[in-house]
């Protein structure tokens, strides 16, 4: 009996496809709709390691390994924290009401 060939899989990583602006805004603005909060700093994370993770830690002035932790899933950031890492990332809030 001939040997079966073992397929191997791949985790899937959203981060691979946010490789522009638009992707990024429409990542964030799903993650937003969730209303989630771990899920938005898991989204935050996700974003931060497909722009470069070390690049933006630097930018916030956190370590790259503390901005691992606070922005996964397990993750509870301060809103201030929130801001730093949007700042880093080259975003912005922007409120509008839903009336």
Known sequence: MPK????GTTPFDSA???DS???V???MEEALATGDPS???QALGT???AQGMASIAKKAGLSRESLYKTL???GNPEFGTVLRVMHALGMEFSVSTSR
């Open 47 to 49: 974003i931060a390691r």
């Open 72 to 74: 996964s899933r397990e």
């Open 21 to 23: 602006r638009e992707a």
């Open 39 to 41: 899920f938005i700093a």
């Open 25 to 27: 805004n429409a990542y």
């Open 4 to 7: 079966k060939k073992k397929t």
């Open 16 to 18: 691979v496809y946010l």
